[in-house]
Every structure is written in structure tokens, then in C-alpha cells.
């Protein structure tokens, strides 16, 4: 999931989705500097982690974002931010006795 969030393309992707609006490749392209063959990938990379959904709508595919997945990676950093905090603490003990 970080691994496909660490890119600048599919963190705007993600940005564009945040709406909660389904939105098909076309508007997706709107204003990137990439064909939509490039966001189709990107687009895959973020379903494959399961950060975005697909639905077909008649011909065309139209993408979701699933908050629950982003809310699941927040939960995780604040974990893992909270167990950082604490060692800095600790440390700071440590080093001011």
C-alpha cells in the first residue's frame, strides 16, 4: 500500500478520488502530464493495493476511491508514530540523567 502511494502521480490520482465521486479514466487524465494508457497503470498499481475500486459502467470503467483502505494506513502510521514518539522520549530520559 506504501509502496503505491509513494509516487507523486498516484498520490494526485488519490487526491482526485478523495471526493468520493466515481471518475473514469478520462477525467482522471484531465490536466496530468500522462496519456491515460500511463494513468490506467498507475491506476492498477493503486487497485492492486487495494487503495481505489473499479466498476464498469457500460464501456467505460470509473474508479473509487476506498477510505476505509486510507483510513487503515493512517490508523497504521499513527501507531507506528506513536511508537517513535515514545523511544524519542525515553531516549531523552536516558540522555538527561
Known sequence: MF???GDATRLELVARLSDG??????ELTE????????????LRVLTDAGLVNRQRVGRE???????RAIGDAR??????SA???????RLRRIVEE
Open 3 to 5: 509502496a503505491a502511494l
Open 83 to 89: 511508537q517513535w514518539g515514545e523511544a524519542i522520549e
Open 31 to 42: 490536466g496530468l502530464a500522462l496519456t491515460r494508457q500511463g494513468v490506467t497503470k498507475h
Open 75 to 80: 490508523a497504521y502510521l499513527d501507531r507506528v
Open 61 to 67: 470503467s470509473r474508479f473509487a476511491l476506498r477510505p
Open 21 to 26: 465521486e466515481r471518475r473514469s479514466i478520462t
